[in-house]
Antibody
Framework: EVQLLESGGGLVQPGGSLRLSCAAS????????MSWVRQAPGKGLEWISG????????YYADSVKGRFSISRDNSENTLYLQMTILRTEDSAVYYC??????????????WGQGIVVTVSS | DIQLTQSPAFLSASVGDRVTITCRAS??????LAWYQQKPGKAPKLLIY???TLQSGVPSRFSGSGSGTEFTLTISSLQPEDFATYYC?????????FGQGTKLEI
């Protein structure tokens, strides 16, 4: 059974940093692209970052480029999102999501339960 | 960046109705489009990928069509569990934007 378990969320002050983790199990982690998607309270889904199977290619939405960094540890089956220079508008539920293939054009077939990040003073 | 525009934003319907949601892309994306369903407090669920392929385990009353810039999600006979918010997403290029969502209400 595929499982994605996010951790590392919480309350942080504006300008602060936070690192989210997503522990994956039930599939060969290194064979699939992975993404982070967030959802601000009462708003729609926002894709924010993706990474290739090896971790060598990373992609970002303009809203987080230069502040967030995605990475993966295939030996530990874990996806990360390092978030820095956090803003109040980064407050959201953050979802880790698994791609359905190793190729670049992957769809998100499994999602974690989401973790809340609140940026507030 | 490719923008996706969903219509309508809100849709009121009844059990048994046939409903269609449209997603328009700002430029051609071939068939690189997915549809997701999200219920309150839950993670999204993949329904359709590659514009028209039904994800495993998804009821056959859901169907998708389209290519290029115009896509549709159709639910042939609404069931109570289908009342949710639906999103399209393009995977043709980065950033992998979502549409703004369509809330399907009773």
């Amino acid at each position: 059974e595929v499982q994605l378990l996010e951790s590392g969320g919480g309350l942080v002050q504006p300008g602060g940093s936070l690192r989210l983790s997503c522990a994956a199990s039930g599939f060969t982690f290194s064979s699939y692209g992975m993404s982070w998607v967030r959802q601000a309270p009462g708003k729609g889904l926002e894709w924010i970052s993706g990474v290739s199977t090896s971790g060598g290619n990373t992609y970002y939405a303009d809203s987080v480029k230069g502040r967030f960094s995605i990475s993966r540890d295939n030996s530990e089956n874990t996806l990360y999102l390092q978030m820095t220079i956090l803003r109040t508008e980064d407050s959201a539920v953050y979802y880790c999501a698994k791609g359905d293939r190793g190729a670049n054009n992957y769809y998100l077939d499994y999602w974690g339960q989401g973790i809340v990040v609140t940026v507030s003073s | 960046d490719i923008q996706l525009t969903q219509s309508p934003a809100f849709l009121s319907a009844s059990v048994g109705d046939r409903v269609t949601i449209t997603c328009r892309a700002s430029q051609g994306i071939s068939s690189y489009l997915a549809w997701y369903q999200q219920k309150p407090g839950k993670a999204p669920k993949l329904l359709i990928y590659a514009a028209s392929t039904l994800q495993s385990g998804v009821p056959s009353r859901f169907s998708g069509s389209g290519s290029g810039t115009e896509f549709t999600l159709t639910i042939s006979s609404l069931q109570p569990e289908d009342f949710a918010t639906y999103y399209c997403q393009q995977v043709d290029s980065y950033p992998r934007n979502f549409g703004q969502g369509t809330k399907l209400e009773i």
